[in-house]
């Protein structure tokens, strides 16, 4: 109408529409700008694009939301799996890694950064581990291993098909497992052969005495006493440990003045050492410990014991008894043969010694240090070992402060 009036029809369509094609670019350059700042505001607008805007604004949020949830589900996902104590990772059909766990990263080293889509056989660098996955569709048997890198550490492998052509690995630490497996082999050989080589040695003079005169007898007689004692050490021993096992000694736990205590220990140990040794006691007075007394007294007679017999005559060994930071502490060192520090980890495993001619030499049974060990794990208590072969050792029996006494 207006155009119709002004006589200008054309220039006022023209105009119109310049404005509405002006009105639409801005607009778009609007919905542009928001696109890809999208942390900006919504854009404000009318009619149509005001419609526009409002359904984009409520998309988004509705995405946000649901990326939100899909982040929380994923967050869930992997705090359940890090809590996982056996190492967990996922493979695609060509064996390479997508996905692992924490103790997955812990246990074999993994980054995410570097080693997600790389072959698994590169990752777990153990040729019997890349034989059993290549022919795992075949068998369902597990693989026991050891561990890459890692010194006596044992793993079970499983594998089990999933979604798609991907597989889920497991990998579990049975090193308790493995390792108790082979001190039960140990133990059977070990207390065979201990008490095969005695009765060897007693049926071997009592053959002989059938055709000797009575004079004759006195060395054959000494040698199996000799043998007989070393037998019941052992199954003294033996007897010891198993009654420490099955035995609840809570209840039995009582104050116990543990400077009396290593007096009465001195004793002994000067009876043994028959003037051989430079024998030092040192003890904080009035430094007690609550406990079970008589296994205590084994523990800490087994130290003693030991540290005599494999220090040669002319050597010294000490005793002390201190508090410190750590908590009440028995020290027991001497200037003995030593230890060579590959043997230290398997000194308390029971029958293990160093060199079992020493040993058998020394009329030791390989259980002395197994039962100390016992004894301070049952009053929460830990061994310590320190040792230069031929320079000396040092056996330390630290124990909780909250179980000092005086």
């Not at 040993?359 to 230069?388: F, M, P, W, Y």
Request: glycine content about 8%; overall charge negative.
């Amino acid at each position: 109408m207006t155009g119709w009036v002004s006589g200008l029809p054309a220039k006022v369509v023209l105009a119109t529409l310049a404005a509405f094609a002006i009105w639409h670019i801005v607009n778009i350059w609007r919905l542009y700008f928001w696109l890809k700042h999208p942390d900006r505001n919504r854009p404000g607008s009318l009619g149509m694009w005001a419609r526009i805007f409002d359904r984009i604004s409520s998309m988004e949020q509705k995405n946000r939301e649901q990326t939100t949830r899909y982040r929380s589900m994923i967050d869930d996902f992997q705090n359940v799996t890090d809590a996982f104590p056996d190492a967990t990772l996922i493979i695609d059909g060509n064996s390479r890694l997508t996905w692992f766990n924490r103790a997955a990263r812990e246990l074999l080293g993994l980054n995410e950064q570097e080693d997600i889509g790389r072959p698994v056989r590169n990752l777990v660098d153990s040729p019997e581990f890349t034989s059993w996955l290549a022919v795992r569709g075949e068998t369902e048997s597990p693989l026991e291993m050891a561990a890459p890198g890692k010194a006596n550490t044992w793993l079970d492998a499983s594998a089990f098909s999933i979604r798609g052509n991907q597989r889920l690995l497991v990998l579990r630490d049975v090193s308790e497992v493995h390792n108790m497996d082979r001190i039960r082999k140990d133990f059977v050989t070990n207390i065979s052969h201990e008490l095969r080589t005695p009765l060897t040695v007693m049926r071997g003079y009592l053959e002989l005495l059938q055709d000797r005169p009575a004079d004759e007898m006195t060395d054959a007689i000494t040698r199996m006493h000799t043998q007989a004692l070393q037998m019941q050490t052992m199954l003294d021993d033996l007897l010891e440990l198993s009654r420490l096992q099955a035995v609840d000694t809570h209840s039995m736990e009582e104050y116990i003045d543990i400077p009396v205590m290593l007096m009465q220990l001195k004793q002994e140990a000067e009876e043994i050492s028959r003037g051989n040794h430079a024998l030092l006691f040192e003890a904080d007075n009035g430094l007690a410990l609550s406990g079970v007394k008589s296994d205590l007294e084994s523990a800490f007679r087994n130290l003693i014991v030991n540290a005599l017999k494999y220090t040669p005559e002319g050597g010294k060994v000490s005793i002390r008894w201190r508090d410190s930071d750590e908590g009440p502490t028995l020290s027991v060192s001497d200037t003995g043969i030593g230890i060579p520090k590959r043997e230290i980890p398997r000194l308390t495993e029971r029958f293990y010694r160093v060199g079992a001619d020493r040993g058998r030499e020394s009329g030791g049974t390989g259980l002395g240090l197994a039962i100390v060990k016992h004894v301070l794990s049952g009053h929460q208590a830990r061994l310590e070992i320190d040792s230069n072969y031929g320079v000396g050792s040092q056996f330390s029996c630290i124990f909780p402060p909250g179980r000092r006494r005086g």
